[in-house]
Nanobody, 123 residues
């Protein structure tokens, strides 16, 4: 089992920045690819960004490319999502997820999920 706890959400004005953190425990963090997903009210959960177990390969959803950056610190068992130039349409609950390591970052088949953290971007 992998336990995931997100933090760093909040209310920010459009154009602002937030950094989300996800602390992992339970299994060897460096054995897992990590992902960030989000779910807006009335919408399905969608992939935002993912990073492989080494930290050297990342994948982004098109709408966040150039604005969001995913990174990880295996020594701290933590994955981050730096969000810049935030837009009202980025408003959602953001979830951290983990899946056993693969060389290629995938958008699906994540096995472990956190409880989510709310991000609200005002216009």
């Amino acid at each position: 089992q992998v336990q995931l706890v997100e933090s760093g959400g909040g209310l920010v004005q459009a154009g602002g920045s937030l950094r989300l953190s996800c602390a992992a425990s339970g299994r060897t963090f460096s054995s897992y690819n990590m992902g960030w997903f989000r779910q807006a009210p009335g919408k399905e959960r969608e992939f935002v960004a993912g990073i492989n177990w080494t930290g050297f390969s990342a994948l982004y959803e098109d709408s966040v490319k150039g604005r969001f950056t995913i990174s990880r610190d295996n020594a701290r068992n933590t994955v981050y999502l730096q969000m810049n130039s935030l837009k009202p349409e980025d408003t959602a609950v953001y979830f951290c997820a983990a899946r056993y390591r693969t060389a290629v970052v995938a958008k699906g088949e994540y096995d472990y999920w956190g409880q989510g953290t709310q991000v609200t971007v005002s216009s």
